[in-house]
């Protein structure tokens, strides 16, 4: 069996405008600051995530209303409605100093790592809005992944249910609120790499946890990331 090698990547960590994009956003800067903006607690728990592991930590601090580090060239929300009307110069020049290097660098993590006989366990640290089109979100951690890829099921399977045998009360699904199929780095990735060498799951999670903070936040970190630990 091939030895795990981990890699954590968070592409919605914060919210910066970089100082020469930033009149593109005038009268839209409330938006900088909503789930639009950045993903709350995403990077807080990639840290901690690659912390514990020791494991190399890849992350942006740049809004995805700039461009969106998870979404596949060519796709209708690569670019904010801010940006998607700018001229295509401004577009390239973006996609070439945010969107690539941070995307090569990831990349380039991976294949190294297959290259020496590694299996490479790539989490991707995300959070969502607890409430979506009015309609209030079931759970407390998501887990996505490609079901017909038989190393992420059972992760995910395992990961779940020691979750839940370290914190009982917190509620966590598989393939929600999002698929673990759809546009994402770890699509991506997965076209490239095959199912025994490569392992994608996008961690997700409630944003109304982050929000209140305090004990709460702390104890579903340690639970999540010591759940993962007693799976290697």
């Given at each position: ?145 490609d ?8 992760l995910?399977?395992r ?73 290697r």
């Open positions: 069996m091939k030895e795990d090698f981990f890699i954590i990547t968070c592409e919605h960590g914060g919210n910066r405008i970089p100082a020469e994009f930033r009149h593109f956003f005038r009268g839209h800067e409330s938006l900088l600051d909503t789930h639009r903006g950045y993903d709350p607690g995403a990077l807080t728990m990639a840290r901690d995530l690659a912390q514990t592991l020791d494991a190399p930590l890849v992350s942006s601090v740049t809004s995805r209303l700039l461009i969106d580090l998870n979404r596949s060239i060519g796709h209708p929300d690569l670019y904010s409605e801010v940006i998607r009307v700018q001229d295509q110069a401004t577009r390239r020049d973006i996609l070439d100093r945010f969107y690539l290097p941070y995307r090569s660098r990831v990349e380039d993590v991976v294949e190294t790592a297959v290259a020496a006989g590694r299996r490479v366990v790539h989490i991707s640290s995300h959070s969502f809005a607890p409430l979506m089109n009015g309609e209030l979100r079931n759970a407390d951690v998501g887990l996505l992944y079901p017909a890829r038989d190393g992420e099921l059972v995910c399977k990961w779940q249910e020691a979750i839940r045998g370290r914190m009982p009360e917190v509620r966590v699904r598989r393939n929600y609120p999002y698929t673990g199929k759809s546009d994402g780095f770890t699509s991506l990735l997965r076209r490239r790499f095959e199912a025994g060498a490569y392992v994608g799951i996008e961690l997700e999670i409630n944003q109304a946890i982050v929000g209140n903070g305090g004990g709460g936040w702390v104890n579903l970190r340690k639970a999540i990331i010591g759940a993962l630990g007693g799976l």
